[in-house]
T-cell receptor
């Protein structure tokens, strides 16, 4: 079946450090891939997406590249800020009738100044 | 602009009591609607989704049910809550199924 696996957290970084949160997926066909972010006390919101192989999604300094050969969609940011502290969810849409968006378990990021 | 309302924000219920969580969307028509549960250590689990009035798809067999009595209203219910129903419940909507989802602020349910 379709699934998403994220690196377990928490991830603790100092401000301006480089961030990588790994995400790999299992899916048949050609899924779309997403990163959602959940700030403390809020619901989830879409951070970025990629709909086909080699696409790069980017937003707010975050990037993720859809790698079909490694079935990965790792989230990166060159210089994190305290305000980036949140829970990050990788998600997959199999783009098949009757299926729904599948989320990873989430990775907590804590950035200190 | 579109908004999503979910209430209550927190709820403490005894085991065996009923549950009703309500979610409404404004500013859009015929949205796809979703209920997710976020339990500690288990990530975000899809419970139900709906592509139209009266159409409910259940992802996980469980103690909960969902209904969509109106186009922009999605209700999560239980007749008798279990301890394992505790968690953070999120309602969401989207224009296209499984594309960009907009989430509500969630309901923290504690079953004691």
């Amino acid at each position: 079946g379709n699934s998403v696996t994220q690196m377990e957290g928490p991830v603790t970084l100092s401000e301006e450090a480089f961030l990588t949160i790994n995400c790999t997926y299992t899916a048949t066909g050609y899924p779309s891939l997403f990163w959602y972010v959940q700030y403390p006390g809020e619901g989830l919101q879409l951070l970025l997406k990629a709909t086909k192989a080699d696409d790069k999604g980017s937003n707010k300094g975050f990037e993720a590249t859809y790698r079909k050969e490694t079935t990965s969609f790792h989230l990166e940011k060159g210089s994190v800020q305290v305000s980036d502290s949140a829970v990050y969810f990788c998600a997959l849409s199999a783009n098949q009738a009757g299926t729904a968006l599948i989320f990873g378990k989430g990775t907590t990021l804590s950035v200190s100044s | 602009s579109q908004t999503i309302h979910q209430w209550p924000a927190t709820l403490v219920q005894p085991v065996g009591s009923p549950l009703s969580l309500e979610c409404t969307v404004e500013g859009t028509s015929n949205p796809n609607l979703y209920w997710y549960r976020q339990a500690a250590g288990r990530g975000l689990q899809l419970l139900f989704y709906s592509v139209g009035i009266g159409q409910i798809s259940s992802e996980v067999p469980q103690n909960l049910s969902a209904s969509r009595p109106q186009d922009r209203q999605f209700i999560l219910s239980s007749k008798k809550l279990l301890l394992s129903d505790s968690g953070f419940y999120l309602c969401a909507w989207s224009v296209l199924l499984n594309e960009k989802l907009f989430f509500g602020s969630g309901t923290q349910l504690s079953v004691l």
